[in-house]
């Protein structure tokens, strides 16, 4: 895993570090250890702030180099806005952004002073983790493969800091408070990580062992290999590995965390294609490199079910994942061949290149009857046409029952990690009617989201279920305050707290 800075927490009166961030907001009222600078330092920086029209305006700054007599070398008043407007994401989004501000600004240490109360009735403790959680975010890098970069002290980065210090009026409590973010931090980058990972070195069974990792938080963890998978008869998913030299695997991960352990679970599944090359049905090869991402779904199961475990969440959780390479070789699939699926449902393949359906499918049929799940969420970077309706702003939610539809709708409302309902329609169901099976892997020319989508529910009995078309928003995202990565891991913070806030009360 990737090294990130330590964060820790201080009381407010300890000495801050050779760098020293300090908030304002909009009445440019400082945090009253800010004030107590300000008189050891005999208004400077009261003064510097108003040189510099600094008026604590959301993300603005102004610097002081040296201030005089509080033996710090750089102090960077940040703005925050309006205190009483941010919610909880806002915070978040603010730490990142302050994180983003200390490394531009290349030193081994800072601290953040950040004794905010907001009139909204956040507390001070909660407003410091939720900075501290962005700030963890932020700090994500994967450099692993950068050998001569990361080690030449210029692009040491993030600009070389190795320790954040949050300064808070009741350090232990914010500790307490900070514990589930980092859960759900590491779980981030735990899916930034696999997404990062080239497929050369990241393949189904390299994979497998990644997601076996879970076992070190408690999960129960049972992987499948190709012999397995034979055997249960999952035809779609093998067609996809048949091209490849690489073996399929599919990772079943366990948390009982739930009060009763006989609690009918909540199951996650999630696309784990190491490479699409499109198999016979070859992409072009422009672009083709960024397929090394199209286990995006997958890394957000395994991202989730250990945010879960750290956390120890008060529930019962499935994760499941097929791991499988889309390659064209002389064993691959071809256009027009008819694969029976673990349902029993044949399948007429004729683009090799919808390969994610072909996979999720066998493994909502087989996580459905195994596990009777409450509900069933899929996650995929499933089509290229999700981004040409919703660019990569929001995750494409298809689902089949209201409630399942509005908790997720919140909790994309409190993380900012947004997502748009799309239609599922009986029309939808036409498209994907076959001549010679009982459904094709391929809709047409127009809705490509929908009709992908409307093949996945035919392999869903009568359990709610969502799908989640992640392939604008997992891989190639937006750089963002709390995201500097390829990979963004996105998704892991929704579902968790989809979780937390529907499943656990
Ligand atoms: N993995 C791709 C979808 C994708 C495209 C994800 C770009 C991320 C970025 C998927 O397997 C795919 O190839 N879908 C095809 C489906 C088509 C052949 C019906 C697509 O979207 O073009
Ligand atoms: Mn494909
Ligand atoms: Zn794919």
Known sequence: MSDRPEIVFAPLGADPEAMCVVLADDDMALGARAKEFDSGSCGAILKAAEAAQFKGKKKSTAELLAPPRIGISRLLLFGIGKAADLKESDWVMLGGAIAGAISARKTT?????????????????????LLAFGAALRLYEFRKYQTKKRNDEENAAPGGLKKLVIHCANPEKVRTAFARYEAVANGVVIARDLVNEPANVLGPIEFAERARDLENVGVEVEILDAE??????????????????????????????????????????????VFDAGGISIKPSSGMEDMKGDMGGAACVVGLMHALAERKANVNAIGIIGLVENMPSGSAMRPGDIVTSYSGQTVEVLNTDAEGRLVLGDLISYVEERFKPRLIIDLATLTGAIMVALGKEYAGLFVNDDKLADDLLAAALTTGEKVWRMPLDKAYDKMIESKNADIKNLGGRWAGACTAAAFLKSFVKDTPWAHIDLAGTAMDAPKSDISPSWGSGWGVRLLDRFVADKYEK
């Open 109 to 129: 240490t800072a601290s953040l002073i950040a004794d905010v109360t907001s009139t909204t009735g956040a507390k001070a403790e909660t407003i410091a983790a």
């Open 228 to 273: 397995q998978i034979i055997d249960l008869k999952m035809g779609a998913l093998l067609a996809v590995a048949q091209g490849s030299v690489r073996p399929a695997r599919v990772a079943i991960m366990q948390w009982h965390g739930g009060k009763s352990k006989r609690a009918k679970p909540l199951a996650f599944v999630g696309k784990g294609v």
